[in-house]
């Protein structure tokens, strides 16, 4: 079945790369688009960006400067990197796909030192 | 950016009640609309796409709804199990945006 599994480091100091993971199953990277979408805590939904079937990517300008979604079809995975972390950056990241329908479980990110 | 004005930001309501909640779109969307339903310490589950299809699994008494901008997600006859936040989704232009959520609580 299909299934989504978020990975990465639960708290990065100020100023530093943020790396996650998502891990996906039981669909091809190939067939379908793969979103980020950040919740702060207590808050509502951010869309970040999605990796599109075909290798292509599209950003919230919101953070365009510092994030980038790569991926490897090999092994399933999708990647978010985003740069120069501040505290307001401290937050749950889902990865999602098959248009929403299908959400990973979600990782908390805090930003602190 | 699209801005997506949902209200109420909260709802109390009795069982077996029917409640409506609604999302305003600032420029038109078509009917790129979802609609989610997320309860505490879980991730959000899609309710409704393309603003009036119910998604797989969804029962029957929720259902979504369009008028011009206004879009609406309705469930008739509250259950417990409804009890959370729900939001809205547009992805008809990049950004895509969600709404700031509705609180559905028992009263």
């Known amino acids: 079945q299909v299934q989504l599994k978020e990975s990465g480091p639960g708290l990065v100091q100020p100023s530093q790369t943020l790396s996650l993971t998502c891990t996906v199953s039981?669909?091809?990277?190939?067939?379908?688009?793969v979103h980020w979408v950040r919740q702060h805590s207590g808050k509502s939904l951010e869309w970040m960006g999605r990796?599109?079937?075909?290798?292509?990517?599209s950003y919230n300008s919101a953070f365009t400067s510092r994030l980038s979604i790569s991926r490897d079809t090999s092994k399933s995975q999708v990647f978010l990197k985003m740069n120069s972390l501040q505290t307001e950056d401290t937050g749950t990241y889902y990865c999602a796909s098959l248009w929403f329908a299908y959400w990973g479980q979600g990782t908390l990110v805090t930003v602190s030192s | 950016d699209i801005q997506m004005t949902q209200s109420p930001s909260s709802l109390p309501a009795s069982l077996g009640d029917r409640v409506t909640i609604t999302c305003r779109a600032s420029?038109?969307?078509?009917?790129?609309l979802r609609w989610f339903q997320q309860k505490p310490g879980k991730s959000p589950r899609l309710m409704i796409y393309g603003a009036t299809n119910l998604a797989a699994g969804v029962p029957s008494r929720f259902s979504g709804s369009r008028s011009g901008s206004d879009y609406s997600l309705t469930i008739n006859s509250l259950e417990s199990e409804d009890m959370a936040i729900y939001y809205c989704?547009?992805?008809?232009?990049?950004?895509?945006?969600f709404g700031a959520g509705t609180k559905l609580e028992l009263k």
């Open positions: 420029q038109d969307i078509g009917n790129y």
């Open positions: 990796m599109w079937s075909d290798g292509d990517t």
């Open positions: 039981g669909f091809s990277l190939t067939s379908y688009s």
């Open positions: 989704l547009q992805h008809n232009e990049y950004p895509y945006t």
